[in-house]
């Protein structure tokens, strides 16, 4: 039985319809797909080469400072970069939202509204083409999908301005913390700093992405189970191609030897980008749409209905403070 009350039969013979899977995936291939990421975190902490190294392109240069006296970025300076990438056929439209400076200021208070307003700008944009008399066949989607929050390899515990912060962003976006530069911790201090984190979180009851559903099987279940048990990822990002055994390798030399990105011994990195790009880049962006932005465009529509109600005047749909 496929549905309640409805009986699943087989056709006595081939019909045809099950080509409807590669029908709609060459409409898509045509189409293309929209992935936004915004990246949060402190100045210094390898944001963009984090990011040029997942995607294996050069797609954002550094904000960091280059000379010790130069001043440093506002965290009010958000920076939208926008590409297109191809791989094997299908192309990818990769906006990057860049927040440089996050947190570095003397005083902090309220540093992360304008991250969340522009979170929520995205969705107002969007509800505002949905309602719209004569709305485009296919909406432009700048809906932030994931945040990735860099957290300072410290070894400590979280400052209180992060988990501030990550309860903020998980309000409105799917939040994916990493500790940026590992390789500064030794492996037992690495284990030691994740156990700190994933505890803090749990005590501050902040959640984050992936989350379970029902459509979710047990295969789905498990693998969301062993990406909660790996958060934070502890990453080291690299453009540069170090040799190792005579093969090039992105990575990183120091004194001490060289750290290899995508060796598993080294770092999470692999394990972050397969769970971004691999395994959970579809479900980053439903979960956009059906929890982030439909919470966000009931609160709206339930506004503008009440103001209707009243007699006031429709407003168009703005971010909830």
Same mark, same amino acid.
């Given at each position: 039985?496929?549905?309640?009350?409805?009986?699943?039969?087989?056709? *006595?013979? #081939?019909?045809?319809? $099950?080509?409807?899977?590669?029908?709609?995936?060459?409409?898509?291939?045509?189409?293309?797909?929209?992935?936004?990421?915004?990246?949060?975190?402190?100045?210094?902490?390898?944001?963009?080469?984090?990011?040029?190294?997942?995607?294996?392109?050069?797609?954002?240069?550094?904000?960091?400072?280059?000379?010790?006296?130069?001043?440093?970025?506002?965290?009010?300076?958000?920076?939208?970069?926008?590409?297109?990438?191809?791989?094997?056929?299908? =192309?990818?439209?990769?906006?990057?939202?860049?927040?440089?400076?996050?947190? $570095?200021?003397?005083?902090?208070?309220?540093?992360?509204?304008?991250?969340?307003?522009?979170?929520?700008?995205?969705?107002?944009? #969007?509800?505002?083409?949905?309602?719209?008399?004569?709305?485009?066949? #296919?909406?432009? $989607?700048?809906?932030?999908?994931?945040?990735?929050?860099?957290? /300072?390899?410290?070894?400590?515990?979280? &400052?209180?301005?992060?988990?501030?912060?990550?309860?903020?962003?998980?309000?409105?976006?799917?939040?994916?913390?990493?500790?940026?530069?590992?390789?500064?911790?030794?492996?037992?201090?690495?284990?030691?700093?994740?156990?700190?984190?994933?505890?803090?979180?749990?005590?501050?009851?902040?959640?984050?992405?992936?989350?379970?559903?029902?459509?979710? $099987?047990?295969?789905?279940?498990?693998?969301?189970?062993?990406?909660?048990?790996?958060?934070?990822?502890?990453?080291?990002?690299?453009? &540069? /191609?170090?040799?190792?055994?005579? !093969?090039?390798?992105?990575?990183?030399? /120091?004194?001490?030897?060289?750290?290899?990105?995508?060796?598993?011994?080294?770092?999470?990195?692999?394990?972050?980008?397969?769970?971004?790009? =691999?395994?959970? %880049?579809?479900?980053?962006?439903?979960?956009?749409?059906?929890?982030? #932005?439909?919470?966000?465009?009931? !609160?709206?529509? %339930?506004?503008? !209905?009440?103001? *209707?109600?009243?007699?006031?005047?429709?407003?168009?749909?703005?971010?909830?403070?």
């Amino acid at each position: 039985m496929s549905q309640a009350g409805t009986e699943e039969i087989r056709a *006595s013979s #081939y019909v045809g319809f $099950d080509s409807i899977t590669s029908q709609i995936e060459k409409k898509l291939l045509k189409r293309g797909f929209q992935f936004n990421v915004i990246v949060v975190g402190q100045t210094g902490l390898g944001k963009s080469t984090l990011i040029n190294t997942i995607f294996a392109s050069h797609l954002i240069d550094s904000k960091g400072r280059l000379e010790a006296d130069e001043p440093l970025r506002q965290t009010t300076d958000i920076h939208p970069v926008s590409h297109v990438i191809s791989e094997n056929g299908v =192309r990818l439209r990769l906006n990057i939202v860049d927040t440089p400076g996050y947190g $570095d200021q003397i005083n902090n208070e309220n540093c992360w509204d304008p991250i969340v307003k522009y979170i929520k700008d995205q969705h107002s944009a #969007y509800l505002r083409k949905e309602l719209t008399a004569m709305r485009d066949k #296919y909406i432009t $989607d700048t809906r932030i999908h994931c945040a990735l929050f860099f957290i /300072n390899p410290t070894g400590h515990s979280l &400052r209180p301005i992060d988990i501030i912060v990550m309860k903020k962003l998980s309000e409105v976006v799917n939040v994916v913390p990493v500790i940026a530069k590992s390789d500064s911790l030794t492996p037992e201090e690495r284990d030691n700093f994740k156990n700190k984190i994933r505890a803090e979180l749990v005590y501050h009851n902040i959640r984050l992405y992936p989350f379970d559903t029902e459509e979710f $099987d047990e295969e789905e279940l498990k693998h969301n189970d062993v990406i909660r048990s790996m958060i934070p990822f502890a990453v080291v990002g690299s453009e &540069r /191609n170090v040799i190792i055994d005579g !093969k090039p390798v992105r990575g990183r030399k /120091n004194r001490w030897g060289v750290v290899n990105v995508e060796d598993e011994r080294h770092c999470e990195f692999v394990y972050l980008r397969d769970f971004l790009l =691999r395994t959970h %880049l579809q479900d980053l962006i439903e979960t956009t749409a059906q929890i982030h #932005y439909e919470a966000f465009r009931s !609160k709206q529509l %339930l506004a503008l !209905k009440e103001a *209707s109600s009243a007699g006031a005047r429709p407003a168009q749909p703005t971010p909830a403070a």
